[in-house]
């Protein structure tokens, strides 16, 4: 009967200090996915310039649609199909922020943030299919010349011009700090240089009646959208696959880390990015034989230099003593002279 008393006292002690550790690390990681005050600016700001660019480029595709047909330019059809992409892409980005702001739940711990992501990775692999599209109506059309009226063509593609600097201009300010942003915004872009394009086309028509020159600038236009569309995905497939961030040094980080007194070494050390400016840190960080007490304050020199000079806010530091015999499965109360108030699996 005592031993069955000191069980459950027992029992009674871990379940407490589990809800112990439960309440611990609820403190010091929430909100740690979800967007400061100064995000939900820059997501408010995003939303607002997208609402602009949609408004926008909805009326101009029709128009230069239109404008297409009547002129017989494939310069103006392929930057009127352009056009309903960035629609479709604009669209897509503005349901992804949409998605991004909820909350974090049970299930997707980080909440929705690589929606942001995945629809720039659409956004530029829409852009590289409509290239080829492209580069197959430009084949045909070196092969059976059509005429073109450039006067249409001209005037058409100064009025995409136009709604395409207004896009420009409103999704300009938050492009660099989002890559879901970024993908519409070269999009656009890539309109508007194919308006620039249509242009110059059918000026060099209207004066000297070559009427190659529609779709050598279609083809034009495709490489430059091709370059930026490539990079898109490239750079989306390496946040997909949780490669470290080109801007961030992970050399640096760990000579910095090593550097902090009481660290002897760190491994298992993984770097990767959430979405769009949220990077994540963890590593098994060895230390000498100190107080488990002690590394409360190193890990918070670890965190102030990765968030200060990183830009990391998101860490998972693990803590190995020096003299641990047991590998991975470190008890540092054992090895270490006193016990921590911090909960155990975060030391």
């Not at 995000?39 to 128009?63: D, P, Q």
Request: with cysteine.
């Amino acid at each position: 009967m005592g031993n069955g008393k000191w069980k459950d006292r027992r029992r009674g002690r871990v379940r407490g200090n589990d809800e112990k550790e439960e309440c611990w690390f609820a403190m010091n990681h929430q909100n740690s996915s979800q967007p400061s005050n100064d995000s939900s600016v820059e997501w408010k700001a995003s939303r607002r310039g997208l609402w602009i660019a949609i408004g926008v480029t909805g009326t101009v595709m029709v128009i230069e649609f239109l404008g297409g047909i009547f002129s017989n330019s494939l310069a103006l059809m392929s930057d009127a199909g352009h056009m309903m992409t960035d629609l479709m892409s604009l669209t897509i980005s503005l349901f992804a922020i949409h998605l991004t702001l909820r909350p974090a739940t049970t299930t997707k711990t980080y909440g929705l943030h690589r929606m942001e992501i995945l629809a720039a990775l659409f956004n530029g692999s829409t852009l590289i299919v409509i290239c080829f599209f492209i580069i197959r109506e430009a084949y045909h059309r070196f092969k059976t010349q059509e005429l073109v009226d450039p006067h249409m063509m001209i005037g058409v593609a100064l009025l995409g011009l136009l709604a395409n600097g207004i896009s420009i201009w409103a999704l300009m300010p938050t492009r660099q700090r989002s890559l879901n942003i970024r993908g519409a915004y070269l999009h656009i872009l890539g309109d508007g240089l194919s308006s620039i394009g249509v242009i110059i086309g059918g000026l060099i028509i209207a004066y000297t009646q070559w009427f190659m020159i529609d779709p050598l600038i279609s083809l034009a236009i495709c490489g430059v959208i091709a370059w930026g569309a490539i990079g898109l995905v490239r750079e989306a497939f390496n946040i997909l696959l949780e490669a470290a961030p080109r801007d961030i040094d992970l050399g640096a980080i760990q000579e910095a880390v090593r550097s902090i007194p009481g660290v002897k070494e760190m491994h298992h050390v993984h770097l990767w990015t959430i979405t769009s400016g949220i990077h994540s840190f963890s590593a098994h960080v060895v230390v000498g034989n100190v107080l488990t007490s002690h590394t409360t304050e190193i890990l918070k020199h670890i965190k102030k230099i990765l968030r200060e000079k990183f830009n990391i806010g998101h860490t998972t530091i693990q803590f190995e003593c020096e003299n641990c015999k047991d590998g991975d499965n470190c008890n540092m109360e054992r090895a270490c002279p006193e016990d921590s108030s911090g909960p155990s699996s975060d030391r």
